[in-house]
């Protein structure tokens, strides 16, 4: 589908103008220039990477659970390579006993397209930690991971949380920073006691930026 960049830039130009009649303020302590480049980009990458595949993301179900650990067990085999093979195997079965563990009450969304699962991420809402965000490698960069991930955040900030944390892998770092994590600190962590994998602990802020994430959660329900 194209996108019309016309009708795109107008239309956040209009959600601008209505969330500020919404504040009540119109001297929103941010430049509308810079606002509007910030959800312009937003708005189009979201559009450029998923408008070609109907992903639907919602809640899991409990039959999903044998799809959602063969995809895990794959994104950790194909995506992180940077670990050895003793490292890999031990984020398989750590990461799979987390999964199968009830008490852990994880919330788990999925991203399905035609009814396939091609992706996961689950939340701890009582220790508000990101257990994970996973996608199918044959489906990775298509923004996938970003919509499990807001949709996340959106649950975190509903249960009135000011921040989130997740243990990231090595080379999903970048994904997390590019979606306005900051590094917390790095440790070398033993999910099983023989092995120790090397990640990094990064932090998102939901107070400091409190009026922007109100603003994005308005964008996408009013216009995506």
């Known amino acids: ?10 239309n956040v130009f209009l959600c601008i103008s209505k969330w500020t009649d ?21 708005l189009i990458n979201r559009n450029i990477q998923t408008n070609d595949m109907d992903i639907q993301i919602c809640l899991s179900k409990p039959e999903d659970l044998d799809d959602i650990l063969e995809l895990q067990a794959n994104a950790i085999r194909t995506l992180l390579s940077t670990y050895n093979l003793h490292q890999i195997e031990s984020l398989v079965r750590s990461q799979k006993a987390v999964r199968l563990n009830e008490k852990e009450k994880e919330t788990i969304f999925v991203a399905e397209l035609k009814d396939e699962i091609v992706g996961f991420a689950c939340f701890s809402v009582q220790c508000n930690i990101i257990g994970g965000v996973y996608v199918n490698p044959d489906f990775v960069r298509k923004g996938i991971g970003t919509r499990l991930l807001q949709e996340i955040e959106k649950l975190a900030v509903e249960n009135h949380h000011r921040k989130i944390q997740v243990i990231s892998s090595l080379p999903s770092v970048n994904f997390y920073q590019s979606n306005n994590y900051y590094k917390a600190f790095n440790h070398v962590f033993h999910f099983e006691p023989e092995t120790g994998v090397a990640c990094t602990v990064l932090q998102k802020r939901f107070d400091s930026y409190d009026s922007i994430e109100k603003l994005f959660f308005w964008v996408r329900e009013k216009f995506l």
């Open 1 to 10: 589908m194209k996108i019309n960049v016309e009708t795109l830039q107008c």
């Open 22 to 42: 919404y504040q009540n303020c119109h001297c929103w302590p941010f430049k509308s220039y810079n606002i509007t480049t910030s959800l312009y980009a937003y």
